[in-house]
């Protein structure tokens, strides 16, 4: 069965730097887009970042761009998110996805079917 889990959240202080990982298993993970979402509390569900199934292409919300990187190693089956000159905005559970379809990587979050657990970011001095 297809599972996705997260890790790597924890605390950081403003302008501080996070990487989070998403171990993928149960499909052909090289085959499909993947994004990463984030919901803060009281807030809905927000997606932050996509990637194409070979890593070649990228979108990312305005409110990361510049800040945060993805990226994925189909070879490990690993989706990661680099989080650069973190806010206290950013703080949110954070979470992966994986796209219905092979060639689908961006912000419509009805287009994915498959989600992890989430990993907290918590961004405070």
């Known amino acids: 069965q297809v599972q996705l889990v997260e890790s790597g959240g924890g605390l950081a202080q403003p302008g501080g730097s996070l990487r989070l990982s998403c171990a993928a298993s149960g499909f052909t993970f090289s085959s499909y887009g993947m994004s990463w979402a984030r919901q803060a509390p009281g807030k809905r569900l927000e997606w932050v970042s996509g990637?194409?199934?070979?890593?070649?292409?990228?979108y990312y919300a305005d409110s990361v761009k510049g800040r945060f990187t993805i990226s994925r190693d189909n070879a490990k089956n690993t989706l990661y998110l680099q989080m650069n000159s973190l806010k206290s905005e950013d703080t949110a559970l954070y979470y992966c996805a994986k796209s219905r379809l092979r060639y689908y990587y961006d912000s419509n979050l009805d287009w994915y079917d498959y989600w992890g657990q989430g990993t907290q970011v918590t961004v405070s001095s």
């Open positions: 990637i194409y199934k070979d890593g070649s292409d990228t």
